[in-house]
């Protein structure tokens, strides 16, 4: 093997997301997959009945619910988790685009450009995600602590704690089957780096190392120049 060859791979990956990063996602994964799988233990009849210890089972679903937030809250100690969020919770007409071409299952490079470091079917997961927590929290508190609140509310919140429950395990299946369909996209949560040649394909905007603001300073340079040919706009060179 000559000795560029041993050096190549570490030359062609970029950084993507730093250990507290990849922590909180994981933690935060964890926490939603417990919650997932107690709540199927208690409210389908054949796995309670495999399971057992319905009490435990309670126990550990509650106090799983309780710690969700936990991990991103510790996450706001880390600079980059801050500029990641910063990135998620920002949509541009880059992102409309983006959500048009799959809606319309266009697949075309130049729909493909329009997406920073996160494309907009991440940031609305994201989006989802964090809304959902705070759902879910705070109906589990009312499920947990009954005598606190009217009926009415009681009746209401296991409604929307419930359906919600489904809409989760749903929105977690399609998650995992995105990731699935992507090598580059799970070495990146596993390992923190992902291949130049994927950042520049899936994610021109988005530039390693760059502040959030000039990601978004790019987004919006690309929108100006929506009527130009592919390649001639900060899409095709922000990822060095």
Request: with cysteine; glycine share 10%.
């Amino acid at each position: 093997m000559l000795p560029s060859d041993a050096v190549r791979p570490a030359a062609a990956l970029v950084r993507r997301f730093t250990r507290a990063e990849r922590w909180v996602h994981h933690a935060t994964a964890a926490l939603f997959l417990v919650c997932v799988a107690t709540a199927a233990a208690l409210y389908l009849p054949p796995l309670a009945e495999i399971v057992g210890r319905r009490h435990l089972v309670v126990t550990v679903h509650e106090w799983a619910g309780l710690a969700l937030p936990l991990p991103c809250l510790l996450g706001l100690a880390s600079k980059a988790f801050r500029r990641d969020l910063e990135r998620l919770n920002r949509f541009g007409p880059h992102d409309g685009d983006w959500l048009r071409a799959r809606v319309l299952r266009r697949r075309a490079a130049a729909d493909r450009e329009r997406a920073g470091k996160f494309n907009a079917g991440q940031k609305l997961y994201a989006a989802f995600t964090g809304g959902t927590v705070l759902v879910m929290l705070g109906t589990g508190l009312v499920l947990w602590f009954p005598g606190l609140v009217p009926l009415l509310w009681r009746t209401g919140a296991t409604f929307v704690h419930d359906w919600l429950a489904f809409a989760v395990a749903v929105a977690i299946a399609g998650h995992l089957w995105m990731a699935a369909k992507d090598p580059q996209a799970r070495r990146g949560m596993r390992t923190g780096s992902v291949s130049r040649e994927w950042a520049r394909r899936e994610h021109p905007l988005w530039e390693p190392g760059a502040a959030s603001g000039t990601e978004a300073g790019a987004a919006t340079q690309a929108g100006a120049r929506r009527g130009a040919g592919p390649g001639s706009g900060p899409e095709s060179g922000s990822a060095p």
